[in-house]
């Protein structure tokens, strides 16, 4: 039997390996705004992270975003990028 081939990322946070799907897409459009990518379909360079406020933390912390993205964040975005993810936990919690 052959294994069904899924594509795996590397979370910049804690570098652990998981399924693209379970993971959370971060991008940096064309336009230079870097954004939480629910859909995972958005144009641009993306970086993956772990479902978890603490993975994107240590990403930006131990600059493998930045890395990731290949550009250099502001405090603006990086509040911005956690406020974004938080919402998106939080309206995933809601769902039954
Ligand atoms: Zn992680």
Same mark, same amino acid.
């Given at each position: 039997?052959?294994?069904?081939?899924?594509?795996?990322?590397?979370?910049? *946070?804690?570098? @652990?390996?998981?399924?693209?799907? #379970? %993971?959370?897409?971060?991008?940096?459009?064309?336009?230079? $705004?870097? &954004?939480?990518?629910?859909?995972?379909?958005?144009?641009?360079?993306?970086?993956?992270?772990?479902?978890?406020?603490?993975?994107?933390?240590? *990403?930006?912390? @131990?600059?493998?975003?930045?890395? #990731? %993205?290949?550009?250099?964040?502001?405090?603006?975005?990086? $509040?911005? &990028?956690?406020?974004?993810?938080?919402?998106?936990?939080?309206?995933?919690?809601?769902?039954?």
């Amino acid at each position: 039997m052959k294994k069904k081939h899924v594509p795996v990322r590397t979370c910049i *946070g804690c570098r @652990e390996t998981s399924a693209k799907r #379970a %993971l959370i897409r971060i991008v940096r459009t064309p336009t230079g $705004e870097v &954004l939480v990518d629910p859909t995972g379909k958005k144009s641009g360079r993306g970086a993956y992270v772990c479902p978890s406020s603490e993975c994107l933390k240590a *990403g930006i912390v @131990e600059k493998r975003l930045e890395q #990731a %993205l290949k550009c250099q964040l502001g405090p603006g975005d990086v $509040e911005s &990028l956690l406020y974004q993810l938080a919402q998106m936990l939080s309206a995933r919690k809601e769902q039954p």
